[in-house]
């Protein structure tokens, strides 16, 4: 089980970043997908989320209207698109999946089974 995400970096406010998430096809297929971020010395906090289909999508106030989630399960990748980044925004990014065949998108860090590595994504001001 692995999930691998990539696309990080520092960028300046008001840029775009791409994040990408790779899941071994055995983890990915029929679950739903999340990015989780966390700052130092705060909690893991939800970012978006979307079903194994693609038809439905969450996300955390803090990044809705900037921030879009999608999914190619023909390569097992989720995407997470960040415009107009924050320096608030700067985190360890994390995409998680909930299970194989668990296609319901939620909110719930506790609803997901599997964890990448994260990324960093830094937005100076």
């Known amino acids: 089980v692995q999930l691998q995400a990539s696309g990080g970096g520092l960028v300046q406010a008001g840029g775009s970043l791409r994040l990408s998430c790779a899941a071994s096809?055995?983890?990915?297929?029929?679950?739903?997908l999340g990015w989780f971020r966390q700052a130092p010395g705060k909690e893991r906090e939800f970012v978006a989320t979307i079903s194994w289909g693609g038809g439905t999508t969450y996300y955390a106030d803090s990044v809705k209207g900037r921030f879009t989630i999608s999914r190619d399960n023909t390569k097992s990748t989720v995407y997470l698109q960040m415009n107009s980044l924050r320096p608030e925004d700067s985190a360890v990014y994390y995409c998680a999946a909930r299970g194989r065949l668990i296609s319901i998108a939620t909110m719930h860090r506790s609803d997901y089974a599997y964890w990448g590595q994260g990324t960093q994504v830094t937005v100076s001001s």
């Open positions: 096809e055995r983890t990915l297929s029929g679950s739903a």
